[in-house]
Structure formats: structure tokens, C-alpha cells
């Protein structure tokens, strides 16, 4: 947990700059693996972090991958309501490369269901591969989420994931991950 508290602490620090400067900046996420989640002051020092930074909790996404077993499940299903009711946002990392189990996907209330690359991947491969994704990312935003496609590298992966009714595109079409110190070129001012 020592970890995810610098990293949280710093990122909220990088985020009040930015706002401070004028950037428009909606939302960061970071990622969280569920041994983290196992500590019993998870959702305090989350909350106790992005508080003393003087930025709004809606400012902070939470990036969570499938899990395997029923306990791991349901302590992050407990987690994410106490933080969903703080204003932080859900996404599930890594859609496809996991275990999958559409209950263990549609019972905690994730905001964003982020598609793996190997989903662009298939999807461009074979037409029955394309068509199971598109059904997949439609029955999702059917429910009220969010698809994200993770790794567009190009103008075909862009168009077929936009036609695949997504919500949000990311990968090295747009940029490569940068320091962050050059981040500052990538985003709009306010």
C-alpha cells in the first residue's frame, strides 16, 4: 500500500498543478491491484490522500483488473461502492484477458469497461471475431458504461473500435506514454 500512496499522493499533486496552470484536465486514473485493496485502510487513505491535495475526488479514476477468486471479488465489489459514494470512478482494466465471468464484470458498478488490445487485435482479424466484440461493447453500453479500446495504433484500429461503439480510444495512434514533464504539451488549456 506504501506504493499506491505515492503514487496517489503524487499524482494528485501533478493534477492541482495542472488545474493551477490552467490546464483542462477531466480525470486521472491509477491503478490498483486487489492485494492493495486487502489492506483495511484502502478506501481511508484513498480518500484521506486525495483530500489533503485540495482536488476533487471525481478528479481520480481507479483502474481495476478481473480477479480470480470469489473473496478477491467481493472485497472489491465492497470497495468500489464506499469509493463510488466518494465521487472516485471505476474502470475495469484489461476486458478479455481475464477470467471473465460476466457476473464478477457486471455486478460492482465499474463506470468504464476498458476492451484489451488483443479485442482491437481480434476484431480486425476475422469478421465473427468483430462481431462478437461489437455485440460485447453494445450490450456494455447498453448498461450504462463506458468502452474504452485499449491500443489504437492506427487509423483502420480507429475507425472499426468507433464503429464498435466506443466510448473512449487510447494508444499509440494518439501518444505514446511521455514524462511527465511533456505532458503539459499534450493537454488543452482551460
Do not use: W
Not at 30 to 51: A, G, Q, T
Not at 71 to 91: N, S
Amino acid at each position: 500500500m506504501a506504493h499506491l500512496r505515492y503514487i496517489l499522493h503524487k499524482t494528485c499533486q501533478e493534477i492541482k498543478r495542472l488545474l493551477q496552470d490552467g490546464f483542462r484536465l477531466s480525470r486521472v486514473s491509477v491503478n490498483v491491484s486487489v492485494l492493495e485493496l486487502k489492506d483495511e485502510s484502502f478506501c481511508d487513505d484513498i480518500i484521506r490522500i486525495i483530500d489533503a491535495s485540495g482536488i476533487s475526488t471525481d478528479r481520480i479514476a481507479v483502474e481495476l483488473t478481473e480477479t480470480r477468486t470469489e473473496a478477491d471479488f467481493i472485497l472489491m465489489k465492497k470497495m468500489i461502492e464506499a469509493l463510488r459514494q466518494q465521487g472516485i470512478q471505476f474502470y475495469l482494466d484489461d476486458f478479455g484477458t481475464g477470467y471473465s465471468n460476466m457476473e464478477r464484470i457486471m455486478e460492482p458498478p465499474f463506470d468504464i469497461i476498458k476492451f484489451d488490445r488483443s479485442l482491437v487485435i481480434a476484431s480486425g482479424a476475422a469478421d465473427r471475431s468483430e462481431k462478437i466484440v461489437e455485440k460485447l461493447a453494445h450490450m456494455f453500453k447498453g448498461m450504462d458504461y463506458s468502452v474504452l479500446y485499449e491500443g489504437v495504433e492506427n487509423d483502420r484500429d480507429e475507425r472499426r473500435c468507433r464503429e464498435m461503439f466506443a466510448s473512449f480510444l487510447q494508444g499509440y495512434k494518439y501518444s505514446r506514454p511521455v514524462p511527465i514533464e511533456q505532458l503539459r504539451d499534450f493537454l488543452p488549456k482551460a
